[in-house]
C-alpha cells in the first residue's frame, strides 16, 4: 500500500467519528472541519445540512436489512434516483446520495453509511459540488484516493464502478475544463486496478460544446427522467458482467443453416494469435497502455476465461470486459478459418464510448457504442445500452453488413479466406448468439 494511504488510513481511523456535535448525535454535520480527514470546507446551507441529520439515522436503523447490497455513493444526481424506480430489476440496492455533498462529506461518512452495510459493490459519482464551491481540483482528486483506500482497507475485493463526473456548465460553476481535469486525476488514481471498472458517463451526457446536453438534464446539472434511463442503461452490462442482472442462460437456438461459433458457455474455438512485432517509440510513454503478447498461437478450449482475463463466456455472453488500464487491445480469433461466401450473425452490447471490433477473415469492421464513438453516428435504430443486431453477408472478396437494418458498408474488401475475430479496445463490450452460415 502506498505511504500516503497508509497515513490517511491511520488518521481515518482516529477521527471518523470525531466531532463537535453532540456525542449523543454521532450523525450530525460536524460544526468544524478540524482533525477531521480529507480536504476542502464542508457544506453549510441549511438544506444541506438538514439531509444530512435527517436522512442518516434512517440509513443507520436500515443496516441490518441492507447488508451486501449495491450501494450507490454521491450526491443530488445520485440521490436523484431515489428508490431507483424499478430500474435494475432484482437488485438489491441502497441509495447513499445526499444532495449538496462533497467527496469530503462522503469520506466522513463513508464507514457508516457505505462500508457499515458490506456492500457487494460500491457505484461512485462525486466531485460536482467540490468545483461549485472553489476547491481545487487536486484537492478533489486526494479526497478521492482517501475514499478508494477506505474501501480497499475495509474490502480489497469490493468491486468498485467509477462513474465519469457528468457535464454541466460554467453558468453552473462547474467549467468543462474543470470536470474533465477532474476526471482524469480519478482515472489516473485507478489506472491498473482490476478491482475498479471506470464508466465514461462524461461522453455519455456531453452536448458537442463540451457542456451538459440540456435534452438529459432538468438544468444542465440534475438529470431527468430520460437522463436516469439513460444512466441506467450504461450501468446495466456492469452489473450484468457481475452477476447481479441477466443471469439467466440465453437459450438461443440458432436457425436452420447456421452454426454456432460461441457455445455460450466457454471459449471453445476461439484463442490468441500470435502477436506481430511492434515499433518500439523512441522515447517510451510511461502512461502508454500495456499490450499482452503471445509468442505463440494459444487456444481457450475448454475455459471460460482468457488468460489475462479480458475474455469471459456468462451466460450465453461472450464478455470483452473494461480493461483496468482504460485501453487496451487483444484480439480473439475463431481457431477455424472460413473461405466461402458466408454470412455472419450476432449481437452486441456496448457500455458508453466503447470501442470494439469484428474482423472478418482478417480485416476489421468496427463495433462500438456508434451514436458516442463512431463512425456511424448517425444511425436511427442503434440502441444505447441493449443489444444490436450486426449481419455480415461476405460474396466472394466483398463483405456488406447492417446494424439492426441499417447500412455501415457494401463494398469492405476482405481475403478469400480466414478466421473471425473479435477485438477489446476500450469499454466494455458483450457479443452473443454468433452464428454463421456458409453459402
Same mark, same amino acid.
Given at each position: 500500500?502506498?505511504?500516503?494511504?497508509?497515513?490517511?488510513?491511520?488518521?481515518?481511523?482516529?477521527?471518523?467519528?470525531?466531532?463537535?456535535?453532540?456525542?449523543?448525535?454521532?450523525?450530525?454535520?460536524?460544526?468544524?472541519?478540524?482533525?477531521?480527514?480529507?480536504?476542502?470546507?464542508?457544506?453549510?446551507?441549511?438544506?444541506?445540512?438538514?439531509?444530512?441529520?435527517?436522512?442518516?439515522?434512517?440509513?443507520?436503523?436500515?443496516?441490518?436489512?441492507?447488508?451486501?447490497?449495491?450501494?450507490?455513493?454521491?450526491?443530488?444526481?445520485?440521490?436523484?434516483?431515489?428508490?431507483?424506480?424499478?430500474?435494475?430489476?432484482?437488485?438489491?440496492?441502497?441509495?447513499?446520495?445526499?444532495?449538496?455533498?462533497?467527496?469530503?462529506?462522503?469520506?466522513?461518512?463513508?464507514?457508516?453509511?457505505?462500508?457499515?452495510?458490506?456492500?457487494?459493490?460500491?457505484?461512485?459519482?462525486?466531485?460536482?459540488?467540490?468545483?461549485?464551491?472553489?476547491?481545487?481540483?487536486?484537492? *478533489?482528486? !486526494?479526497?478521492?484516493?482517501?475514499?478508494? =483506500?477506505?474501501? #480497499?482497507? $475495509?474490502?480489497?475485493? &469490493?468491486? @468498485?464502478?467509477?462513474?465519469?463526473?457528468?457535464?454541466?456548465?460554467?453558468?453552473?460553476?462547474?467549467?468543462?475544463?474543470? *470536470?474533465? !481535469?477532474?476526471?482524469?486525476?480519478?482515472? =489516473?488514481?485507478? #489506472?491498473? $486496478?482490476?478491482?475498479? &471498472?471506470? @464508466?465514461?458517463?462524461?461522453?455519455?451526457?456531453?452536448?458537442?460544446?463540451?457542456?451538459?446536453?440540456?435534452?438529459?438534464?432538468?438544468?444542465?446539472?440534475?438529470?431527468?427522467?430520460?437522463?436516469?434511463?439513460?444512466?441506467?442503461?450504461?450501468?446495466?452490462? @456492469?452489473?450484468?458482467?457481475?452477476?447481479?442482472?441477466?443471469?439467466?442462460?440465453?437459450?438461443?437456438?440458432?436457425?436452420?443453416?447456421?452454426?454456432?461459433?460461441?457455445?455460450?458457455?466457454?471459449?471453445?474455438?476461439?484463442?490468441?494469435?500470435?502477436?506481430?512485432?511492434?515499433?518500439?517509440?523512441?522515447?517510451?510513454?510511461?502512461?502508454?497502455?500495456?499490450?499482452?503478447?503471445?509468442?505463440?498461437?494459444?487456444?481457450?478450449?475448454?475455459?471460460?476465461?482468457?488468460?489475462?482475463?479480458?475474455?469471459?463466456?456468462?451466460?450465453?455472453?461472450?464478455?470483452?470486459?473494461?480493461?483496468?488500464?482504460?485501453?487496451?487491445?487483444?484480439?480473439?480469433?475463431?481457431?477455424?478459418?472460413?473461405?466461402?461466401?458466408?454470412?455472419?450473425?450476432?449481437?452486441?452490447?456496448?457500455?458508453?464510448?466503447?470501442?470494439?471490433?469484428?474482423?472478418?477473415?482478417?480485416?476489421?469492421?468496427?463495433?462500438?457504442?456508434?451514436?458516442?464513438?463512431?463512425?456511424?453516428?448517425?444511425?436511427?435504430?442503434?440502441?444505447?445500452?441493449?443489444?444490436?443486431?450486426?449481419?455480415?453477408?461476405?460474396?466472394?472478396?466483398?463483405?456488406?453488413?447492417?446494424?439492426?437494418?441499417?447500412?455501415?458498408?457494401?463494398?469492405?474488401?476482405?481475403?478469400?479466406?480466414?478466421?473471425?475475430g473479435l477485438e477489446g479496445d476500450r469499454g466494455q463490450i458483450e457479443y452473443r448468439r454468433i452464428r454463421l452460415k456458409k453459402n
Amino acid at each position: 500500500m502506498h505511504k500516503a494511504a497508509q497515513l490517511f488510513l491511520l488518521a481515518f481511523a482516529a477521527t471518523a467519528f470525531v466531532s463537535t456535535a453532540s456525542a449523543d448525535d454521532k450523525f450530525a454535520l460536524p460544526v468544524s472541519e478540524e482533525g477531521l480527514p480529507g480536504e476542502g470546507a464542508l457544506r453549510r446551507y441549511e438544506a444541506y445540512v438538514k439531509k444530512w441529520t435527517d436522512m442518516r439515522p434512517k440509513w443507520a436503523e436500515q443496516v441490518e436489512q441492507n447488508q451486501g447490497t449495491v450501494v450507490f455513493l454521491g450526491d443530488s444526481i445520485t440521490q436523484g434516483w431515489g428508490d431507483f424506480k424499478g430500474r435494475f430489476s432484482g437488485m438489491k440496492l441502497a441509495n447513499r446520495g445526499i444532495g449538496g455533498d462533497t467527496t469530503r462529506g462522503m469520506l466522513i461518512r463513508l464507514q457508516q453509511d457505505v462500508l457499515a452495510l458490506n456492500p457487494s459493490a460500491i457505484v461512485m459519482l462525486l466531485g460536482t459540488n467540490d468545483i461549485e464551491v472553489g476547491i481545487e481540483a487536486e484537492a *478533489i482528486g !486526494r479526497n478521492f484516493e482517501k475514499i478508494i =483506500a477506505a474501501i #480497499k482497507q $475495509d474490502n480489497p475485493k &469490493t468491486p @468498485i464502478v467509477l462513474c465519469r463526473m457528468f457535464p454541466s456548465s460554467a453558468s453552473k460553476n462547474r467549467p468543462k475544463q474543470t *470536470i474533465q !481535469r477532474v476526471n482524469v486525476l480519478y482515472e =489516473a488514481t485507478v #489506472k491498473g $486496478d482490476p478491482q475498479i &471498472t471506470v @464508466i465514461d458517463t462524461w461522453t455519455l451526457f456531453a452536448a458537442e460544446s463540451g457542456d451538459a446536453d440540456p435534452q438529459w438534464f432538468r438544468d444542465l446539472l440534475h438529470l431527468n427522467a430520460a437522463g436516469y434511463d439513460r444512466w441506467a442503461a450504461a450501468l446495466h452490462p @456492469i452489473f450484468a458482467t457481475l452477476g447481479y442482472v441477466d443471469t439467466a442462460v440465453d437459450d438461443f437456438t440458432p436457425e436452420p443453416g447456421y452454426v454456432s461459433l460461441f457455445n455460450g458457455k466457454d471459449l471453445t474455438g476461439w484463442g490468441v494469435h500470435v502477436t506481430p512485432p511492434r515499433k518500439q517509440p523512441k522515447k517510451p510513454n510511461p502512461d502508454a497502455p500495456t499490450f499482452p503478447e503471445f509468442k505463440e498461437a494459444r487456444a481457450f478450449d475448454g475455459k471460460t476465461v482468457s488468460d489475462d482475463g479480458r475474455y469471459v463466456a456468462i451466460n450465453g455472453r461472450l464478455v470483452v470486459t473494461t480493461p483496468a488500464e482504460g485501453r487496451r487491445i487483444q484480439q480473439l480469433w475463431t481457431t477455424e478459418e472460413f473461405g466461402e461466401d458466408l454470412e455472419l450473425k450476432l449481437e452486441f452490447r456496448a457500455t458508453p464510448n466503447a470501442d470494439s471490433g469484428v474482423f472478418i477473415r482478417k480485416p476489421q469492421l468496427q463495433c462500438r457504442d456508434f451514436l458516442l464513438a463512431g463512425p456511424y453516428k448517425e444511425l436511427k435504430e442503434y440502441r444505447v445500452g441493449g443489444w444490436n443486431e450486426l449481419i455480415v453477408t461476405v460474396k466472394g472478396n466483398v463483405a456488406i453488413a447492417t446494424c439492426n437494418g441499417e447500412l455501415l458498408t457494401d463494398n469492405m474488401v476482405v481475403p478469400d479466406s480466414g478466421p473471425i475475430g473479435l477485438e477489446g479496445d476500450r469499454g466494455q463490450i458483450e457479443y452473443r448468439r454468433i452464428r454463421l452460415k456458409k453459402n
